[in-house]
C-alpha cells in the first residue's frame, strides 16, 4: 500500500537454534519496524492469533490500553528507527499451520529530527510504507533525536499464510521450516476505529422519563456504518482541517489514512481529501473567527451561477469553492474515487463541512454532482442557493440530489436550544434535504427529507454553534448512539420545543418534554396531548374525533394559524378555515401561505 515517506514493515520466518550445535530448533517469526530520518519509534505493540475478531480495538482517547490488549508490546525502544518484535510460532500455531493467522501491529511514532539506518533488504515479504531514498539512508544511530512532538499511531493489519515444506526423508536433525506464502495488508485508524454499540438503551440526565422508543417504527437511516461515516466527516470537518499549519502536517497525515491530500488558497479557505476503509471524504474547512476577513466572506450579497447547473448560489460560499485550489482539489477528489477497484463505479464520495465549510460542501455537491452525486455531511451549516434562478424565468436548481444531503444540526439539552445558524434567513437562499437533530448523549432526531426549505428552529443559542462543540458532541453523539432510533422525533423524555420534534405517537408537553399521548378518556388539558388530536374544553379528558374529522384539520374552523395541523388559517375573520399549505409558484400573500415559508413578493407573491 502506497504510503508516504515512513518506512516499512518487514516480516519473515527464520529458525533460532535452543540447544547446542544446532541440534533442535524453532521457528520465530521476525516483524520489524522501521522508520525514515525524521520519523522516531517511541513505542510498538503487537498482537497475532487466528481469530480476527480477537483482534484488539482501540476507542478514541484510549490509547492508554494499549498495552493491556496487545500481549507483545515494547515502549523503551532503545534504536529510535527500528523494533524487532520476534514470537515463535510453536507458541502461536501449536504446529498448526492450515489456517490464516492475523497480526495487528500499533506502532507509535513522533516526527523528530535524525539520521536514519539502511534499511533492511534481506525480508521475505515487506509491506513499504515506502523506502527512503539513498541520500535518507546515512546511518547514525549516535545522533540526538529532535523531537517536534508530532505524535503519530497507526494500526496495521496483516493477514499470514504458512506452508510446511515437504521434506526428502525424515531425520531428527531435519527441521521443516514453515513458509511465508501469503501477506496481505490491511489498515484501520485508531481514531475511526468502530464504536462498541450499546447494548441496551439509557436514560440521560435531561431526560426525566426515560429513553424509550416503545412501539414506534424504527429507523433504517442510521445503522453501524452510516453513523462511522458521520463520525468521520465530523471529526474531519470540525478537527482536522481546522489544524494550525495543516500544510506541514501533510506527511504526517498520510501516514494515518490510506490517501490524504490539503489544499490552502494561502488567504481564507482550506480543503482536504481523505480516504477512510473505501470511502474518500472531500471536506471543507468553515470559518476562523480570528480571520475578519473569512468572517465577511459570509456576509457578501450577490449570487453566482455554478457552472454547468443552473443553481444560484451566495457569492460568499462560490468563491470560497472556486478558489485557487479549486482544479487541484477536484483531481485528487477524481484520483481517490478511482483507487477503488470495487466494481461499483469507484469509492464512494462524501463531501463534508463544518458551518461556513458545510456551505461550501453543498456548493461542490451541485459542480459535482453529475460526475458523482455525491453524498453531503453539513453540520450547523448556513443556507447556500437559490431555489430558482434570479431572472424572470425562475428557472428551478436541479442539480443536487435531496435524499443524499444531510443536514446535522446541533442541540443543547441543558439550554434547550438549537445551533441557530441553519435557520438565519440569508438573501432568499435555501438548504434542502434531511434534517437531522442531534446532540452528544447519543439522540439523533430524523426530521425528514425537506422538499423546499429546512425547518426554522426555535429557540437558538449562539454559543451551541462553536466549532468546539461540535468537535466535541460529535464524538460524544458517535459513541452514546442507541441503535435503533426512532423513525423520526425524539425520544419520550427528551427536550423539545415543538410537537413536530417528538415521535408522531408523542407531543411536547408544557414542561418541555415529548410526552406519549394519551388515549380517549385519559385526562388532558390541550388537543396535542391526545391520540385523536381532541380534548374537551370543559371535561378535560381525551375524546374521539367529531366525524372523524379533528377540528384543526384542513376544511375545519380557524382563528389563527396555531389552531391548524397545517399551520396555515387563510379566510376573513369569522369565515377562515384550515388549509393546506401552497407548493413552489402559488400565489401568495404571507410566508405562512407556503409550504417553504416563504412568499415572495407577498401582496401579489408567489411561494418559493
Known amino acids: 500500500?502506497?504510503?508516504?515517506?515512513?518506512?516499512?514493515?518487514?516480516?519473515?520466518?527464520?529458525?533460532?537454534?535452543?540447544?547446542?550445535?544446532?541440534?533442535?530448533?524453532?521457528?520465530?517469526?521476525?516483524?520489524?519496524?522501521?522508520?525514515?530520518?525524521?520519523?522516531?519509534?517511541?513505542?510498538?505493540?503487537?498482537?497475532?492469533?487466528?481469530?480476527?475478531?480477537?483482534?484488539?480495538?482501540?476507542?478514541?482517547?484510549?490509547?492508554?490500553?494499549?498495552?493491556?490488549?496487545?500481549?507483545?508490546?515494547?515502549?523503551?525502544?532503545?534504536?529510535?528507527?527500528?523494533?524487532?518484535?520476534?514470537?515463535?510460532?510453536?507458541?502461536?500455531?501449536?504446529?498448526?499451520?492450515?489456517?490464516?493467522?492475523?497480526?495487528?501491529?500499533?506502532?507509535?511514532?513522533?516526527?523528530?529530527?535524525?539520521?536514519?539506518?539502511?534499511?533492511?533488504?534481506?525480508?521475505?515479504?515487506?509491506?513499504?510504507?515506502?523506502?527512503?531514498?539513498?541520500?535518507?539512508?546515512?546511518?547514525?544511530?549516535?545522533?540526538?533525536?529532535?523531537?517536534?512532538?508530532?505524535?503519530?499511531?497507526?494500526?496495521?493489519?496483516?493477514?499470514?499464510?504458512?506452508?510446511?515444506?515437504?521434506?526428502?526423508?525424515?531425520?531428527?536433525?531435519?527441521?521443516?521450516?514453515?513458509?511465508?506464502?501469503?501477506?496481505?495488508?490491511?489498515?484501520?485508524?485508531?481514531?475511526?476505529?468502530?464504536?462498541?454499540?450499546?447494548?441496551?438503551?439509557?436514560?440521560?440526565?435531561?431526560?426525566?422519563?426515560?429513553?424509550?422508543?416503545?412501539?414506534?417504527?424504527?429507523?433504517?437511516?442510521?445503522?453501524?456504518?452510516?453513523?462511522?461515516?458521520?463520525?468521520?466527516?465530523?471529526?474531519?470537518?470540525?478537527?482536522?482541517?481546522?489544524?494550525?499549519?495543516?500544510?506541514?502536517?501533510?506527511?504526517?497525515?498520510?501516514?494515518?489514512?490510506?490517501?490524504?491530500?490539503?489544499?490552502?488558497?494561502?488567504?481564507?479557505?482550506?480543503?482536504?481529501?481523505?480516504?477512510?476503509?473505501?470511502?474518500?471524504?472531500?471536506?471543507?474547512?468553515?470559518?476562523?473567527?480570528?480571520?475578519?476577513?473569512?468572517?465577511?466572506?459570509?456576509?457578501?450579497?450577490?449570487?453566482?451561477?455554478?457552472?454547468?447547473?443552473?443553481?444560484?448560489?451566495?457569492?460568499?460560499?462560490?468563491?470560497?469553492?472556486?478558489?485557487?485550489?479549486?482544479?487541484d482539489f477536484e483531481t485528487e477528489l477524481k484520483d481517490c474515487v478511482g483507487s477503488c477497484n470495487n466494481g461499483n463505479g469507484g469509492c464512494e464520495l462524501i463531501l463534508a463541512g463544518a458551518s461556513q465549510g458545510g456551505a461550501n460542501a453543498v456548493v461542490g455537491s451541485m459542480h459535482l454532482y453529475e460526475k458523482y452525486d455525491p453524498i453531503v455531511f453539513t453540520f450547523g451549516a448556513p443556507r447556500v442557493f437559490l431555489p430558482t434562478s434570479p431572472f424572470e424565468e425562475h428557472t428551478p436548481c436541479t442539480s443536487f440530489n435531496k435524499e443524499k444531503q444531510y443536514h446535522f444540526v446541533l442541540t443543547d439539552s441543558f439550554l434547550k436550544a438549537y445551533d441557530p445558524v441553519p435557520s438565519y434567513y440569508a438573501y432568499w437562499t435555501k438548504n434542502v434535504g434531511r434534517e437531522i437533530l442531534f446532540d452528544g448523549e447519543g439522540n439523533f432526531n430524523d426530521q425528514g427529507v425537506a422538499e423546499t426549505f429546512l425547518s426554522r428552529r426555535a429557540p437558538g443559542s449562539q454559543v451551541v454553534h462553536s466549532r468546539t462543540n461540535y468537535q466535541v458532541k460529535t464524538i460524544e453523539a458517535y459513541e452514546n448512539a442507541c441503535l435503533p432510533t426512532p423513525v423520526s422525533g425524539w425520544v419520550d423524555g427528551h427536550w423539545c420545543s415543538e410537537d413536530s420534534t417528538c415521535q408522531p405517537s408523542s407531543f411536547c408537553s408544557d414542561d418541555g418534554y415529548c410526552t406519549p399521548r394519551s388515549e380517549a378518556g385519559s385526562p388532558c388539558d390541550k388537543n396535542a396531548a391526545c391520540l385523536t388530536n381532541f380534548c374537551s374544553s370543559v371535561a378535560k379528558v381525551c375524546l374521539v374525533e367529531r366525524s372523524g374529522k379533528s377540528l384543526t384539520s384542513n376544511g375545519a374552523s380557524c382563528w389563527r394559524n396555531q389552531d391548524c395541523t397545517s399551520g396555515r388559517c387563510e379566510g376573513y375573520i369569522g369565515f377562515s378555515r384550515c388549509r393546506a399549505p401552497l407548493e413552489t409558484g402559488q400565489p401568495c400573500n404571507e410566508h405562512s401561505d407556503c409550504l417553504s415559508s416563504h412568499c415572495a413578493g407577498l401582496l401579489f407573491g408567489s411561494c418559493l
Open 1 to 327: 500500500m502506497e504510503h508516504t515517506n515512513v518506512g516499512k514493515i518487514c516480516m519473515h520466518v527464520e529458525i533460532d537454534d535452543v540447544l547446542n550445535h544446532g541440534e533442535s530448533h524453532e521457528a520465530v517469526l521476525v516483524v520489524s519496524t522501521e522508520t525514515a530520518d525524521h520519523w522516531i519509534l517511541k513505542e510498538n505493540f503487537m498482537w497475532i492469533g487466528s481469530d480476527r475478531a480477537d483482534i484488539p480495538k482501540i476507542q478514541h482517547g484510549e490509547v492508554h490500553l494499549l498495552s493491556e490488549r496487545f500481549p507483545h508490546s515494547d515502549r523503551n525502544i532503545r534504536r529510535p528507527h527500528k523494533h524487532e518484535f520476534r514470537i515463535p510460532l510453536e507458541d502461536v500455531t501449536a504446529g498448526a499451520m492450515s489456517v490464516p493467522y492475523y497480526v495487528a501491529l500499533h506502532p507509535i511514532i513522533v516526527q523528530g529530527e535524525s539520521k536514519p539506518k539502511t534499511p533492511r533488504t534481506d525480508n521475505l515479504h515487506s509491506s513499504y510504507l515506502r523506502q527512503p531514498s539513498t541520500a535518507e539512508m546515512r546511518q547514525n544511530e549516535n545522533d540526538e533525536i529532535i523531537s517536534t512532538n508530532k505524535g503519530g499511531i497507526w494500526l496495521t493489519e496483516f493477514i499470514l499464510n504458512f506452508m510446511l515444506p515437504e521434506t526428502s526423508a525424515p531425520s531428527s536433525k531435519t527441521f521443516s521450516i514453515p513458509e511465508l506464502t501469503n501477506m496481505q495488508q490491511e489498515r484501520r485508524l485508531y481514531e475511526f476505529s468502530r464504536r462498541e454499540p450499546n447494548a441496551a438503551c439509557f436514560s440521560t440526565p435531561s431526560m426525566d422519563i426515560g429513553r424509550s422508543i416503545g412501539n414506534t417504527p424504527t429507523s433504517d437511516l442510521f445503522t453501524e456504518d452510516f453513523l462511522f461515516q458521520f463520525h468521520i466527516a465530523s471529526v474531519l470537518a470540525s478537527g482536522v482541517v481546522y489544524e494550525a499549519n495543516l500544510m506541514e502536517k501533510i506527511d504526517y497525515y498520510k501516514t494515518l489514512y490510506e490517501r490524504f491530500a490539503a489544499f490552502d488558497d494561502g488567504l481564507n479557505d482550506v480543503a482536504l481529501v481523505a480516504k477512510v476503509e473505501d470511502v474518500c471524504y472531500g471536506v471543507f474547512r468553515g470559518t476562523v473567527e480570528s480571520n475578519l476577513a473569512d468572517v465577511a466572506q459570509n456576509f457578501i450579497y450577490g449570487f453566482r451561477q455554478v457552472p454547468g447547473t443552473t443553481c444560484y448560489v451566495r457569492r460568499g460560499y462560490y468563491d470560497a469553492y472556486f478558489t485557487d485550489y479549486q482544479v
